[in-house]
Nanobody
Framework: QLQLVESGGGLVQPGGSLRLSCAAS????????IHWFRQAPGKEREGVSC????????NYADSVKGRFTISRDNAENTVYLQMNSLKPEDTAIYYC???????????????WGQGTQVTVSS
């Protein structure tokens, strides 16, 4: 079965850290750029970060710059999102998606994960 599977979410206190994983099953991830999105209740989906297939280029939403780091291990067929200095406003379901590039406008996503819940609360 061809799919992306996210893991690593959970409940963390403000200021804490989590590392999310996005693992590919049934296909090679190294052909794809990987996007991380998040969606909080009652809010629109927000692009968080992206990494190109080679890993040489990344981008981040202004709201997470300096706190989140995206990386990939193509040998492990996995992309990671290291999230530090977490804030309550980071609470959301986080999704990864595979695409041909890190462009968002008009992008077609070949695969989506099911999402992992991140809750930042004291």
């Amino acid at each position: 079965q061809l799919q992306l599977v996210e893991s690593g979410g959970g409940l963390v206190q403000p200021g804490g850290s989590l590392r999310l994983s996005c693992a590919a099953s049934g296909f090679a991830l190294d052909y794809y750029a990987i996007h991380w999105f998040r969606q909080a209740p009652g809010k629109e989906r927000e692009g968080v970060s992206c990494i190109t297939s080679s890993g040489r280029s990344t981008n981040y939403a202004d709201s997470v710059k300096g706190r989140f780091t995206i990386s990939r291990d193509n040998a492990e067929n996995t992309v990671y999102l290291q999230m530090n200095s977490l804030k309550p406003e980071d609470t959301a379901i986080y999704y990864c998606a595979a695409a041909r590039s890190c462009l968002r406008l008009g992008q077609v996503y070949d695969y989506w994960g099911q999402g992992t819940q991140v809750t930042v609360s004291s």
